[in-house]
Antibody, heavy 117, light 113 residues
Framework: ELQLVESGGGLVQPGGSLKLSCVTSGFTFRDYWMSWVRQAPGKTMEWIGDIKPDGSNTNYAPSMKNGFTISRDNAKSILFLQMSNVRSDYTATYYC??????????WGQGASVTVSS | DIVMTQSPSSLAVSAGETVTINCKSSQSLLSSGNQKNYLAWYQQKPGQSPKLLIYLASTRESGVPDRFIGSGSGTDFTLTITSVQAEDLADYYCQQHYNYPLTFGSGTKLEIK
């Protein structure tokens, strides 16, 4: 069974950092592009960026470039999202997503991040 | 960035009726190379993660009921749900996968009367 399980969410102060992890199983992780998508409460989805199967290249939405870093560990089938210098508008549910040619065919359950002092 | 505009923002229908959700992109999603439209539709039920319904404008994801129909080309797309069922209560989003950054529509909330 295909699974993507995010962890590492929680409460973080403005200006702080947080690293999310996504443990995957049920598919050959190293063969797929992977994305992170966030959804603020009551809002639509925002694509943050993606990472090539071998980890050699990443793409980010222009508005996300300065606050996020995506990486992966293919040996452990884990995707990461490093968030830095967070702001209140980073409050959202963050989804780990399998990216198949730009459409997103498998989603994790999401990790909730709240930025507040 | 390609801007995706969805309408309506919400609608309420009775079970058994047919629903149409519209999505318009700020530029064409049609590839001249392969004549494919790079548009996807997702369903997000309350408290759940989004689920892929349709990709390449009209290709149904495996396991998606055939009452979900995607159509359109260029800049104008439609998700049609025939014979709506109570379980179709959800938010629906379109997303372009033509180029970076991937962008989503604002969503359509479907309520069942």
């Amino acid at each position: 069974e295909l699974q993507l399980v995010e962890s590492g969410g929680g409460l973080v102060q403005p200006g702080g950092s947080l690293k999310l992890s996504c443990v995957t199983s049920g598919f050959t992780f190293r063969d797929y592009w992977m994305s992170w998508v966030r959804q603020a409460p009551g809002k639509t989805m925002e694509w943050i960026g993606d990472i090539k199967p071998d980890g050699s290249n990443t793409n980010y939405a222009p508005s996300m470039k300065n606050g996020f870093t995506i990486s992966r560990d293919n040996a452990k089938s884990i995707l990461f999202l490093q968030m830095s210098n967070v702001r209140s508008d980073y409050t959202a549910t963050y989804y780990c997503v399998r990216d198949y040619g730009g459409y997103l065919d498998a989603w994790g359950q999401g990790a909730s991040v709240t930025v507040s002092s | 960035d390609i801007v995706m505009t969805q309408s309506p923002s919400s609608l309420a229908v009775s079970a058994g009726e047919t629903v149409t959700i519209n999505c318009k992109s700020s530029q064409s999603l049609l590839s001249s190379g392969n004549q494919k439209n790079y548009l996807a539709w997702y369903q997000q039920k309350p408290g759940q993660s989004p689920k892929l319904l349709i990709y390449l404008a009209s290709t149904r994801e495996s396991g998606v009921p055939d009452r979900f129909i995607g159509s359109g080309s260029g800049t104008d797309f439609t998700l049609t749900i025939t014979s709506v069922q109570a379980e179709d209560l959800a938010d629906y989003y379109c997303q372009q996968h033509y180029n970076y950054p991937l962008t989503f529509g604002s969503g359509t909330k479907l309520e069942i009367k």
